[in-house]
């Protein structure tokens, strides 16, 4: 049973998978935000439910090791699910009637996304998915900004990522899980038989970039669409396992590239949109995905109006949270029954265009 939700009411929210996205973010922005009451937990490693169970005085009864069980429950409103396979929990609170915030990627096949996306909207459900980047404030002025650009000549996105290990420095995460080799293979194993059923076998050796567009890479190209539409994948290259290149023609014939890849050797972050048009060279640059409150930059070259003098400006748009204000926008898309802006529907776009440059790859 689905209940009504109104304008002020708090909804209970169940998470499921309590890793490190759901200790860094999720957990601490859904119990400061009025509207959202942390209701239940569950996670397949009992430690991981122990100890953030005890950290967020999750009763014991609304503490869960099978998803299955947890969305049974007709007082649970919603769910976020940072697994790191997010079919079977989806599937499972959809059928329960469970409003849900995916995380990214939505799904790891196109297949997979057209399920979930039938069984919520069958059963009247909000499906938003973890783009959080959209709900940037940095990012939303660039695209105010770009939305008034006539002449774009090219976009360039990069995304070059580095390791994470200072997140365990920084916040006090439970990271050691109890899980088994064997159920860390089966998971694996669940994600690399559905990327290899969505881009064929020929294409196993390069499975690693298609899941690190889905992955990595799918925070941007799902804001190169909100600008430019869904692009053709002209070429395609990986020059080796995890990194890609691609060439793209928007719909409106903007030219594309996307040059993606993650060195986990180093801690580095360098992750940008160039936009290059007639009117102004404009670029967004992220910062660290974990660094709360880090702001994006948007830096912008442009001439004064009537006049060949140049300038540049930077622009930091808010320190606002993208993790915090992504809750917000959930929460009010459940109460006035409105399609989020990173819908399931849009984000399997991202699903496709993976799919679509590895399969442009020449193998
Ligand atoms: N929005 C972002 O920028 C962002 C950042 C990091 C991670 N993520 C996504 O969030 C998800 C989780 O990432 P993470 O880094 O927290 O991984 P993680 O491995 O730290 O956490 C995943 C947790 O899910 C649990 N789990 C696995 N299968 C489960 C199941 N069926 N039911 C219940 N619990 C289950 C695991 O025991 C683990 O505790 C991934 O999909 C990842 O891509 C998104």
């Known amino acids: 049973m689905t209940r009504k939700i109104n304008e002020g009411d708090i909804i209970n929210v169940g998470v499921i998978g309590c890793g490190q996205i759901a200790q860094m973010m999720h957990l601490p922005y859904i119990t400061h935000d009025e509207h959202l009451r942390l209701y239940s937990i569950c996670d397949i490693s009992q430690n991981i439910l122990d ?143 559905t990327c290899i059923a969505e881009i064929g076998e020929d294409r196993a050796d390069i499975m690693q970039s298609y899941s690190l567009i889905c992955g990595l890479s799918s925070h941007d190209t799902i804001l190169m669409r909100h600008c430019f539409g869904y692009p053709e994948v002209l070429f395609a ?8 290149t691609a060439f793209l023609r928007f719909e409106n014939g903007v030219q594309g590239i996307l040059e993606s890849g993650l060195v986990m050797n180093r801690r580095s972050w360098d992750e940008s949109i160039w936009v290059y048009s007639n009117e102004c060279n404009l670029s967004i640059h992220f910062p660290w995905p974990y660094l709360k409150n880090a702001p994006t930059i ?35 898309c459940i109460v006035e029954g409105k399609e989020p802006i990173n819908s399931g529907a849009d984000a399997r776009n991202d699903i496709k265009l993976a799919s679509d440059i590895i399969r442009a790859v020449k193998i």
Not at 126 to 140: A, E, S
């Open 51 to 193: 100890n953030v169970g005890a950290k967020y005085h999750v009763p014991a009864e609304h503490r869960y090791l099978d998803a299955g069980e947890m969305v049974k429950d007709d007082k649970l409103d919603a769910v976020v699910i940072a697994t790191n396979d997010h079919y079977d929990p989806a599937v499972k609170a959809a059928k329960a009637g469970k409003h849900m915030l995916v995380e990214k990627p939505f799904m790891y096949s196109v297949a997979e996304c057209d399920e979930v996306i039938a069984l919520c909207k069958e059963n009247n459900l909000i499906l938003q998915v973890g783009y959080m980047k959209r709900h940037d404030p940095g990012f939303q002025y660039a695209f105010e900004k770009i939305k008034t650009l006539k002449d774009v000549n090219l976009v360039r996105v990069h995304d070059y990522g580095g390791s994470f290990d200072f997140t365990t420095q920084i916040y006090d995460l439970y990271p050691k899980s109890d899980l088994s080799q064997e159920t860390l293979d089966a998971i694996r194993k669940k994600i690399d038989d």
């Open 237 to 244: 290259y990986v020059p080796k396992p995890g990194f890609v």
């Open 298 to 332: 948007v830096k912008i070259n442009e001439n004064e109006p009537g006049s060949m003098v140049n300038y540049d400006k930077e622009v930091i748009g808010s320190f606002d949270e993208a993790y915090r204000r992504e809750w917000k926008h959930f929460y009010q």
